[in-house]
């Protein structure tokens, strides 16, 4: 990763014997201002041309030295500055450039600590910076979002900390959230203006993740976080529950950062998918030489069941099966398979079942230009960690797929890191499944490629509920904290009245362009293909699409949409555009301006809803045209629908 760094000293004065007075920073574009005040206590606010956007909240942390981080403290200093940096992703996600400016503001208080906070003009974020010489224990910590007026909330409501962080969106009143519920973050503030307030956090390490409840007073939201874990069960093969906290959240060393405290504002929903706030928030590079990472698409057998068919051997968790998804993953230019659960004795990662030539099967790949990704329970990989890393490596493993984590207290947040650090060691992509949203760590470990915390299609298989609202809903929420692995690619197609829920044989809830639409929309650099190949053969013309469309890009436009309803993307790779529009379960006409374009003529290949597939969500019909960036083109959408288009310029 290359990056340009400097920070530009605007003020820097003493403040010896200021209290009780409040300290500003704007944005760069002076239109965002966050106030901090200080005297017996300390609270954030945030304004947006004036318009409060965040009520005084407190904040605070308290420690086991006997000094709580906010109360009673003397500022001693104040240093504001400027600080811009641009950033070139290992794995670009949405940019192959990030610019990251903002205005930043330290307070130094007399006890040794810091409060610095962060003025973008997309939003705003604060942390506590600590030197003390001994290691301390963070007892509690106070992060606060208060709000003026009773607003709407999409809400991940959860109901243990022991949790997947697979949640929906419903949209509530904040009233209604009471001190007793909670949610997972990012979670979404609509302030009924058009506004948005995203709140999450970013560079969490070494602390557990935040958590948010209703505020006892008011309304907002106030975090609320894991104890460290004290005592844990292990109940099965991938499950080890906390039994027993502690009455503190972390011990950790007296000279450090915690993590940000951000939120994301948006005057209209398109600009939320546009935001990468919480990388640039996030610790910078830490592996030496990242030449190795390799994004790409992958062939998948678990959503699928391994359910082929037309082939002379019996499908299932063995070499055969596996052979046919690499010769259909070469055939199409997909970089990877992954073996996911069966190919290995779940009580020993480094037990392979007999049906599995694990080696014959990596081998066969290299001859035919395919990698493989191996799936392991968390549990099973640390318990012989660094064997099992130095295995993989020597049998030519790309990559691991760690699952059910379920957990992001300090423990398990560390576990994180751990994993990342050394599959890096070992030249290993890391996808995390069972796991708590991206707060960030991808762009310290650009190997931790993608990661689940999502209600994703799996679901299908077992529910009706992940209709194609939530999946419209996902790029404004759960998508702006990083890579989700939804999943997406069923060939089997079900409208509103039709679908059905069904393990072995799954289908996706709307139409087939609703699931082509969502390798443009949805952002993973791993990007799976999650029906089997036996579908995609009978599907040539979708091949056509799904074959090229890249998993990372140079450049995004977010053209259109609206939370929960629709969304319309175009998407940069190299010298092609990709577009892409799902609607929920409501018909929809849109329009496509074209003058992102430059100057020339480009043809359009196009695949959209058939006339039927309001009736058969399979229906779709490919065309192709020639458009400008003079051209505005109508496209509608059936319930449930979905476009996408491919821009190759003459």
């Known amino acids: 990763m290359k990056h340009t760094l400097f920070t530009l000293l605007l003020l820097s004065f003493s403040a010896l014997g200021l209290q009780a007075k409040d300290y500003k920073v704007t944005s760069p574009d002076k239109k965002l201002e966050v106030t901090i005040a200080s005297d017996k ?4 606010q945030v304004r947006l041309n004036g318009q409060e956007i965040i009520a005084p909240s407190s904040i605070s942390m308290k420690l086991d030295n006997g000094i709580t981080l906010g109360n009673k403290g003397r500022i001693k200093k104040v240093k504001t500055s400027r600080f811009y940096e641009e950033i070139t992703p290992v794995v670009p996600r949405k940019y192959n450039k990030i610019k990251n400016e903002c205005n930043e503001m330290v307070l130094s208080f007399s ?51 022991y949790s997947h962080q697979e949640r929906q969106y419903p949209y509530l009143n904040l009233s209604d959230i009471t001190p007793d519920r909670f949610c997972s973050t990012g979670t979404l503030v609509d302030l009924l203006d058009g506004h948005k307030v995203y709140i999450s956090e970013a560079d969490l390490e070494k602390y557990p993740g935040m958590f948010l409840k209703g505020a006892a007073q008011g309304f907002g939201l106030n975090g609320k976080f894991a104890g460290y874990p004290l005592e844990t069960n292990q109940t099965s093969d991938r499950d080890v529950v906390v039994t027993k906290y502690a009455d503190y959240l972390a011990v950790t060393s007296g000279k450090r950062v915690f993590p940000w405290r951000l939120i994301i504002i948006s005057k209209n929903d398109t600009e939320l998918v546009a935001s990468e706030l919480i990388y640039k928030l996030s610790k910078p590079l830490q592996i030496k030489d990242p030449s190795w990472i390799k994004p790409g698409k992958v062939a998948w057998d678990w959503w699928n069941n391994l359910n082929i068919s037309g082939v002379d051997f019996e499908a299932g968790v063995n070499t055969a099966t596996y052979k046919y998804f690499i010769d259909f993953a070469s055939q199409y230019g997909i970089e990877y398979i992954i073996l996911d659960e069966g190919w ?23 001859e035919k230009n395919v990698d493989v990704i191996l799936w392991v329970t968390w549990k099973a990989l640390d318990d012989k960690l660094d064997e099992a890393l130095t295995a993989f490596e020597q049998w030519s493993v790309k990559g691991i797929k760690v699952d059910f984590m379920q957990r992001d ?18 030249k290993l992509l890391v996808n995390y499944h069972g ?35 939530h999946n419209v809903t996902l790029p404004f929420i759960r998508m702006v904290a990083g890579p989700m692995d939804f999943t997406p690619g069923a060939m089997l197609n079900g409208t509103k009245k039709n679908f059905r829920a069904v393990w072995d044989k799954p289908m996706g809830q709307g139409t087939r362009c609703h699931q082509l639409a969502m390798y443009v929309v949805y952002e993973s650099p791993l990007q799976m293909l999650a029906d089997n190949p036996t579908h995609y053969y009978n599907e040539p013309e979708c091949m056509e699409f799904l074959s090229p469309v890249p998993s990372v890009w140079d450049d995004t436009k977010v053209l259109d949409g609206k939370v929960g309803d629709y969304i319309l993307m175009a998407r940069k790779s190299g010298n ?36 039927n597939a309001h009736r058969s ?21 059936a319930p449930g629908g979905g476009w996408v288009g491919i821009l190759e310029k003459k």
């Open 41 to 44: 206590t300390t609270s954030w």
């Open 111 to 161: 006890q040794g600590y810091q409060l610095i906070i962060r003025a973008y003009n997309e939003g705003a974020a604060y942390r506590w910076k600590t030197n003390f010489k001994k290691e301390v224990k963070v007892i509690s910590e106070e992060a606060s979002f208060l709000f003026s007026a009773n607003y709407k909330i999409w809400f991940p409501e959860e109901t243990s900390m």
């Open 344 to 366: 290995y004795h779940l009580e020993d990662v480094l037990k392979i079942k007999e049906e599995v030539d694990v080696h014959e099967i990596i081998r066969y790949g290299k």
């Open 409 to 426: 207290d300090q423990w398990m947040v560390n576990y994180y890191h751990r994993i990342a650090k050394k599959a890096a060691e070992h």
């Open 435 to 469: 796991a708590y949203k991206p707060t960030g760590l991808r762009r310290a470990y650009p190997n931790v490629i993608t990661r689940e915390g999502i209600f994703g299609m799996e679901q299908n298989k077992w529910t009706d509920k992940k209709t194609p609202e």
């Open 576 to 611: 092609n555009w990709f577009l892409g529009a799902m609607t929920d379960w409501d018909p929809r006409e849109l329009t496509i301006d074209f003058s992102f374009l430059e100057e020339g003529s480009y043809t359009l290949t196009l695949w959209q809803d058939g006339a």
């Open 617 to 637: 969500a399979s229906d779709y019909k490919k065309m192709s045209q020639t458009v400008t960036k003079n051209t505005k083109l109508k496209i509608n959408l």
